[in-house]
């Protein structure tokens, strides 16, 4: 393991910072941020976009599955519940159908090298449902023979012969949603999990072979505390997975009403939810797993790990990923695709999307597109936010830009760099470990279209 990759036990922003610097800013999961997304962006415009794609390169796919047997009030996705397979299965064959109208307006066949199931729960899907995307997938596109093929699970409705069916159909890396094992916390946001059923998933999935476990956690959810975090995060280091991924709960009941089923009143602060999301990355680093990002970790052999050390690390809309592919064609309801011109999304409300597909119709909702300036700032943000560092003077080389043209920004990091959280050196920039979990506040330096005041983002700790 290489061991600059891995911040110190003592690097956490002091008290006083985080109540300084903890407001709010996007995930920059792309740039522009989805908040920038417009319905100036239609499906003719889309087809314009597809119809430009090089049909030398390989794309990617993510496929949305919008149904849940449970719902987890702490959710932040489109999904809904559903105690009936009949939606699902009315859902795939006009997904089929959307996959189709993808084919026809590509360029020509091209080629793609990964698929990334999200949902809601595409566990849910029958075994033949699973063969059925496949297959049309595969009428669509050229799979290539090391396709990489991930899958969001959620335990409560896995089985192993669902786990076999995936894997037969190439599945090379599954993510388990835990969250956190104590009864208290599971009552409080509607999810029961015990680490018995969470091994057997473990078990199922080395048994078929799947060469690399994700297990997802979460902080500052109602009730929890440091020492239920790790007492989780014990038990579950016992299964050594590949990868941890620990997210930070985004309390947004305006945005999700569910969400005003739990009690405010039980949520951790900020200082606890720092004290929990910290105490679990040295817990995680003394177990040998390197630090990746703001919210991943990876096991040193890992391609994300390796990934990290090399410089290459992406991030989009599934996260931290080592995903090199320059366009990214999402299907389903409410699915983000990023392309070389711009960004587009489905419709999100089921129904809407449903219409759009029963007419023949490529379902965008919304979207935008980028810039040349967009593109620049992009990489900035993306290397700030992978890497927690930036050579300025690099970037603005390879897109034809003078750095002194970043004098404003430079000068907007002045108190990050006073606060002993970020340090600028000529025109590098460098998030120092105590700036780590408020990067996203940094790299809002550089992103032309952010409002500190906008109660659109989640907050930043």
């Known amino acids: 393991m290489t061991p600059t990759l891995v911040a110190p036990p003592s690097a956490r922003p002091a008290a006083d910072l985080i109540a300084k610097y903890d407001g709010r800013a996007p995930r920059y999961t792309s740039y522009p941020p989805a908040t920038q997304f417009t319905a100036e962006v239609t499906a003719e415009r889309y087809q314009a976009w597809l119809a430009a794609l090089p049909t030398d390169e390989a794309v990617s796919l993510y496929l949305h599955i919008p149904f849940c047997a449970r719902l987890c009030w702490y959710c932040g996705c489109n999904t809904r519940a559903v105690n009936r397979h009949e939606p699902v299965g009315d859902y795939v064959r006009l997904l089929l159908d959307e996959i189709d109208l993808l084919g026809a307006a590509l360029p020509a066949r091209l080629s793609a090298g990964a698929v990334h199931f999200g949902g809601g729960t595409p566990n849910m899907l029958s075994l033949s449902e699973i063969d059925a995307i496949f297959d049309r997938?595969?009428?669509?596109?050229?799979?290539?023979?090391?396709?990489?093929?991930?899958?969001?699970?959620?335990?409560?409705?896995?089985?192993?012969?669902?786990?076999?069916?995936?894997?037969?159909?190439?599945?090379?890396?599954?993510?388990?949603?835990?969250?956190?094992?104590?009864?208290?916390?599971?009552?409080?946001?509607?999810?029961?999990?015990?680490?018995?059923?969470?091994?057997?998933?473990?078990?199922?999935?080395?048994?078929?072979?799947?060469?690399?476990?994700?297990?997802?956690?979460?902080?500052?959810?109602?009730?929890?505390?440091?020492?239920?975090?790790?007492?989780?995060?014990?038990?579950?280091?016992?299964?050594?997975?590949?990868?941890?991924?620990?997210?930070?709960?985004?309390?947004?009941?305006?945005?999700?009403?569910?969400?005003?089923?739990?009690?405010?009143?039980?949520?951790?602060?900020?200082?606890?939810?720092?004290?929990?999301?910290?105490?679990?990355?040295?817990?995680?680093?003394?177990?040998?797993?390197?630090?990746?990002?703001?919210?991943?970790?990876?096991?040193?052999?890992?391609?994300?790990?390796?990934?990290?050390?090399?410089?290459?690390?992406?991030?989009?809309?599934?996260?931290?990923?080592?995903?090199?592919?320059?366009?990214?064609?999402?299907?389903?309801?409410?699915?983000?695709?990023?392309?070389?011109?711009?960004?587009?999304?489905?419709?999100?409300?089921?129904?809407?999307?449903?219409?759009?597909?029963?007419?023949?119709?490529?379902?965008?909702?919304?979207?935008?597109?980028?810039?040349?300036?967009?593109?620049?700032?992009?990489?900035?943000?993306?290397?700030?936010?992978?890497?927690?560092?930036?050579?300025?003077?690099?970037?603005?080389?390879?897109?034809?830009?003078?750095?002194?043209?970043?004098?404003?920004?430079?000068?907007s990091l002045t108190p990050f760099v006073a606060d002993g959280l970020a340090e600028i050196r000529g025109f590098h920039v460098q998030v120092l470990p105590p700036g780590r979990l408020l990067v996203r506040s940094i790299a809002a330096v550089f992103d032309a279209y952010f409002n500190a005041d906008s109660q659109r983002h989640a907050k930043a700790i």
């Open 137 to 411: 997938l595969g009428q669509v596109f050229d799979l290539t023979p090391d396709l990489d093929v991930a899958i969001e699970m959620d335990p409560a409705v896995l089985t192993r012969d669902w786990v076999q069916a995936a894997a037969a159909r190439g599945m090379t890396r599954a993510s388990l949603g835990v969250q956190n094992l104590t009864p208290e916390v599971q009552a409080a946001v509607n999810r029961q999990d015990t680490f018995e059923h969470i091994a057997d998933c473990v078990d199922w999935l080395r048994e078929a072979k799947v060469g690399s476990i994700n297990l997802d956690l979460m902080y500052g959810l109602p009730y929890q505390t440091t020492a239920n975090t790790l007492s989780t995060l014990d038990q579950l280091l016992s299964l050594r997975p590949e990868r941890l991924a620990l997210f930070g709960y985004a309390h947004v009941p305006w945005m999700k009403s569910h969400q005003k089923l739990i009690d405010e009143a039980a949520l951790p602060g900020p200082q606890a939810r720092l004290d929990q999301s910290e105490s679990a990355a040295e817990r995680l680093a003394a177990e040998g797993y390197v630090r990746i990002g703001l919210d991943h970790f990876a096991l040193p052999d890992d391609p994300m790990a390796k990934a990290l050390a090399a410089g290459t690390l992406r991030r989009n809309f599934q996260g931290y990923t080592t995903d090199p592919a320059g366009t990214l064609l999402g299907m389903g309801a409410s699915a983000i695709g990023g392309l070389p011109r711009g960004f587009v999304q489905n419709a999100t409300h089921e129904l809407t999307w449903r219409a759009a597909v029963k007419e023949g119709r490529l379902p965008v909702a919304r979207g935008v597109a980028v810039s040349d300036d967009d593109r620049f700032r992009a990489e900035i943000i993306e290397r700030l936010m992978c890497d927690f560092s930036v050579d300025l003077a690099a970037v603005c080389a390879r897109h034809g830009r003078n750095p002194q043209g970043l004098a404003a920004e430079l000068a």
